[in-house]
């Protein structure tokens, strides 16, 4: 699949989650001197993929505004969840790319709690399913920056 707005937007929620999370841990006094430097070159590394998503956003919207990419491509759905919160209403793009993050954000917290060893299964179950509707949002979010992008463009489908 081509890269768009929207799924470079996603990359950089969840580079900077990683991001987030790396620094977390570099604060805890407890870890050794190797798991620091470990956790130090992870969050180098990560922070260098950010910078070329950062660079990668900006190009690509360079290129659509000036028509030589394609913004947006119509998709095929296969899914039947019906449980996911419309993004029908978001008109602007800071708040599309807002609710994008905040998406990326629960489903890391859904993906913790999924792999808990500690909870029942029944309690996994549910969880999974928050985790295929908050996911089914996040995408449907992706494809609403390329909207909105492709109406602020006036590229035609």
């Not at 708040?95 to 999924?114: C, G, P, Q, T, Y």
Request: aromatic share 4%.
């Amino acid at each position: 699949m081509a890269e768009t707005l929207g799924s470079l937007v996603d990359k950089l929620s969840i580079k900077n989650l990683r991001i987030w999370h790396l620094d977390e841990a570099l604060e805890n006094e407890g870890i050794s001197a190797s798991k620091r430097d470990e956790l130090k070159a992870k969050r180098d590394l990560a922070d260098k993929q950010r910078q070329d998503l950062m660079n990668e956003v900006d190009g690509f919207l360079g290129a659509a505004l000036r028509g030589e990419v394609r913004i947006r491509d119509e998709k095929i759905k296969m899914y039947t969840n019906t449980n996911v919160s419309s993004s029908d209403g978001i008109k602007e793009l800071g708040e599309v790319v807002s609710e994008l993050a905040f998406r990326n954000i629960k489903l890391w917290h859904l993906e913790d709690e999924a792999r808990r060893t500690d909870l029942p299964d029944a309690s996994i179950v549910q969880t999974k399913r928050e985790i295929d509707t908050t996911n089914q949002e996040r995408n449907d979010l992706m494809d609403k920056v390329d909207e909105i992008l492709s109406r602020c463009s006036g590229e035609k489908r």
